[in-house]
């Protein structure tokens, strides 16, 4: 079994930068595809980012790409998410996902596997 826990949530003003954090327990994490989604209120969760297994491979939400960078440190069986020039509409409650076994970066949530217990991320004009 495999446990995901995000940490580096919080409230950021517009323009400002946050970064997030999530720890895998669980020795196989290396294998993982790993993934960022973010559900904002009334809306259903979509994908951010995700990195393959050994980070050399990213793939990113247009709305994030050029602002955002997923990478993973395997040592530490960790994955990040920095997040700059941050918007109104990055508002959402943030989960890190992880998918076994895979080749390739999924981006539709049912596809992953593991989630975590989300951070919520607040941006403010």
């Known amino acids: 079994q495999v446990q995901l826990v995000e940490s580096g949530g919080g409230l950021a003003q517009a323009g400002g930068s946050l970064r997030l954090s999530c720890a895998a327990s669980g020795r196989t994490f290396s294998s993982f595809v790993m993934g960022w989604f973010r559900q904002a209120p009334g809306k259903e969760r979509e994908f951010v980012a995700g990195?393959?297994?050994?980070?050399?491979?990213?793939r990113y939400a247009d709305s994030v790409k050029g602002r955002f960078t997923i990478s993973r440190d395997n040592a530490k069986n960790t994955v990040y998410l920095q997040m700059n020039s941050l918007k109104l509409e990055d508002t959402a409650v943030y989960y890190c996902?992880?998918?076994?076994?895979?080749?390739?970066?999924?981006?539709?949530?049912?596809?992953?596997?593991?989630w975590g217990q989300g951070t919520q991320v607040t941006v403010s004009s």
């Open positions: 990195t393959s297994w050994g980070g050399g491979d990213t």
């Open positions: 996902a992880g998918k076994s076994g895979a080749t390739w970066i999924a981006s539709i949530p049912g596809r992953y596997d593991y």
